[in-house]
């Protein structure tokens, strides 16, 4: 079936394009782009007003399965990213099995191939059930689709483990993703260690525990000569240094998510566990310098670290609750209310952040971008959109999302996905 997607202000930051265009989708690819294209025999949507960008890509998921279907399964989470506007989405291993072996990468792929509305890459993980000390067979697990290798939710603490890692990542061509947190220095510490930390009573995870895994897993990076991406940044030294590698050619690229641009520790004030999450939710003066690091281009990519949890799980004392905040739903509206229709960036370096640029860094030749030969992934929005974060209306099987009753302007419409529409919004 062919799709023509006409008068959109179609926004393609690969090739610098902002222009009101129409475009043509056939067998999932993008087959025509012009300022008019003849709708005779073809199903017609109207992008006039609308904003239509190459798919919006979250490259840091947790999608629960196999194994913890409770909080959240392949298909739920793929239906929670279309409704928040994502195409691709990149899941985590920290399922149960662990995703350490060829089984579970395949499963996850067979799944979602049968019933994903969106595409899904699994992340496998680096070490074996994520003990931190012996190496998955790397070369098996990309060869069976591992998009990506990581022990996020948890860091690779073992300097020789990761320089092992680096060193198969640079032979495999894949990449290395580490959630940077010295946990010896974190401790028992469930919010950031400040002011705040002090006032409420609860035990603070320093900005130093990522600061100091940040700066070694640079220097290893850098010695071997292969990327290496940095989860979810969280503090302003964090920022300084990344920087800093990146004046000097390191091939270290990093990501944030909503909650470390948009929320700071005082709000914690409440216990509100749905705010519990690692790393933690930091100072006022880390937000600014993260926002500032995005304006900067130091901070290349926005994720969401969807990371859902059961009402009950988080109906606990903070100091019991697992650490996790439900993203997928909301970071789009987020990004663009604060960001975006706030003009701190402009909508191409928005676009550019979510789609293109991780695409590059995973590797996704046909996604990414709007040209023909592409694939047909989209993402359709209209940034005068207003909505209410609902918790109830969330596709997720988990309700943990901080944003709960917050007003945003700007909001995915359509989701598309391989040329077929995955999700309209109903207003
Ligand atoms: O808050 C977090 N939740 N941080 C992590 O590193 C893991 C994640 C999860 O899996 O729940
Ligand atoms: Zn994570």
Same mark, same amino acid.
């Given at each position: 079936?062919?799709?023509?997607?006409?008068?959109?202000?179609?926004?393609?930051?690969?090739?610098?394009?902002?222009?009101?265009?129409?475009?043509?989708?056939?067998? #999932?690819?993008?087959?025509?782009?012009?300022?008019?294209?003849?709708?005779?025999?073809?199903?017609?949507?109207?992008?006039?007003?609308?904003?239509?960008?190459?798919?919006?890509? !979250?490259?840091?998921?947790?999608?629960?399965?196999? /194994?913890?279907?409770?909080?959240?399964?392949?298909? @739920?989470?793929?239906?929670?990213?279309?409704?928040?506007?994502?195409?691709?989405?990149?899941?985590?291993? $920290?399922?149960?099995?662990?995703?350490?072996?060829? /089984?579970?990468?395949?499963?996850?792929?067979?799944? @979602?191939?049968?019933?994903?509305?969106?595409?899904?890459?699994?992340?496998?993980?680096?070490?074996?059930?994520?003990?931190?000390?012996?190496?998955?067979?790397?070369?098996?697990? =990309?060869? %069976? *689709?591992?998009? %990506?290798?990581?022990?996020?939710?948890?860091?690779?603490?073992?300097?020789?483990?990761?320089?092992?890692?680096?060193?198969?990542?640079?032979?495999?061509?894949?990449?290395?993703?580490?959630?940077?947190?010295?946990?010896?220095?974190? #401790?028992? *510490?469930?919010? &950031?260690? *400040?002011?705040?930390?002090?006032?409420?009573?609860?035990? /603070?995870?320093?900005?130093?525990?990522?600061?100091?895994?940040? =700066?070694?897993?640079?220097?290893?990076?850098?010695?071997?000569?292969?990327?290496?991406?940095?989860?979810?940044?969280?503090?302003? *030294?964090?920022?300084?240094?990344?920087?800093?590698?990146?004046?000097?050619?390191?091939?270290?690229?990093?990501?944030?998510?909503?909650?470390?641009?948009?929320?700071?520790?005082?709000?914690?004030?409440?216990?509100?566990? +749905?705010?519990?999450?690692?790393?933690?939710?930091?100072?006022?003066?880390?937000?600014?310098?993260?926002?500032? =690091?995005?304006?900067?281009?130091?901070?290349?990519?926005?994720?969401?670290?969807?990371?859902? &949890?059961?009402? !009950?799980?988080?109906?606990?004392?903070?100091?019991?609750?697992?650490? #996790?905040?439900?993203?997928?739903? @909301? =970071?789009?509206?987020?990004?663009? !209310?604060?960001?975006?229709?706030?003009?701190?960036?402009?909508?191409?370096?928005?676009?550019?952040?979510?789609?293109?640029?991780? %695409?590059?860094?995973?590797?996704?030749?046909?996604?990414?971008?709007?040209?023909?030969?592409?694939?047909?992934?989209?993402?359709?929005?209209?940034?005068?959109?207003?909505?209410?974060?609902?918790? +109830?209306?969330?596709?997720?099987?988990?309700? $943990?999302?901080?944003?709960?009753?917050?007003?945003?302007?700007?909001?995915?419409?359509?989701?598309?996905?391989? #040329?077929?529409?995955?999700?309209?919004?109903?207003?």
């Amino acid at each position: 079936m062919r799709l023509l997607i006409k008068n959109g202000r179609v926004i393609d930051p690969s090739s610098k394009t902002d222009d009101t265009l129409d475009l043509l989708i056939e067998r #999932g690819k993008i087959v025509d782009i012009k300022t008019k294209i003849e709708s005779k025999g073809v199903k017609v949507i109207d992008a006039s007003r609308l904003v239509v960008a190459p798919g919006f890509i !979250d490259m840091h998921v947790h999608l629960r399965e196999p /194994g913890q279907e409770d909080k959240e399964t392949l298909f @739920t989470g793929a239906l929670a990213a279309a409704k928040g506007g994502f195409t691709s989405i990149a899941c985590m291993p $920290n399922t149960n099995p662990v995703n350490d072996n060829r /089984g579970v990468t395949e499963y996850i792929l067979s799944e @979602t191939k049968k019933n994903s509305v969106v595409n899904v890459f699994p992340i496998a993980s680096i070490t074996r059930g994520q003990n931190g000390a012996e190496l998955t067979d790397m070369a098996d697990l =990309a060869e %069976a *689709g591992a998009i %990506a290798f990581s022990d996020d939710g948890l860091p690779i603490e073992d300097s020789q483990v990761m320089r092992r890692a680096l060193e198969y990542s640079k032979i495999l061509k894949t990449l290395i993703i580490n959630h940077c947190e010295d946990k010896n220095l974190s #401790g028992e *510490g469930v919010m &950031h260690e *400040g002011y705040y930390s002090y006032l409420f009573g609860l035990k /603070g995870i320093p900005a130093s525990s990522e600061e100091t895994m940040i =700066a070694r897993d640079i220097i290893l990076a850098k010695k071997v000569g292969t990327p290496i991406h940095i989860a979810h940044l969280s503090v302003k *030294g964090a920022v300084d240094i990344i920087k800093e590698a990146k004046k000097k050619k390191v091939m270290v690229t990093t990501e944030v998510t909503p909650h470390h641009l948009f929320l700071t520790d005082s709000l914690l004030e409440n216990y509100d566990t +749905n705010l519990k999450v690692n790393p933690p939710i930091r100072s006022e003066e880390d937000a600014q310098a993260l926002i500032q =690091a995005v304006k900067d281009g130091v901070i290349d990519v926005f994720a969401s670290d969807h990371a859902p &949890h059961t009402i !009950d799980e988080k109906d606990v004392e903070f100091d019991k609750a697992p650490f #996790g905040i439900n993203g997928l739903e @909301t =970071a789009v509206s987020l990004f663009l !209310d604060k960001l975006v229709n706030k003009n701190v960036i402009s909508l191409r370096k928005f676009v550019g952040m979510i789609s293109t640029t991780p %695409a590059a860094i995973l590797g996704l030749e046909n996604k990414g971008k709007i040209c023909v030969g592409a694939d047909a992934d989209l993402t359709i929005l209209n940034l005068k959109k207003e909505i209410v974060v609902d918790v +109830n209306t969330f596709k997720s099987k988990s309700r $943990n999302n901080p944003f709960h009753g917050w007003k945003l302007r700007g909001a995915p419409v359509k989701t598309i996905v391989g #040329g077929k529409i995955v999700y309209t919004s109903s207003s």
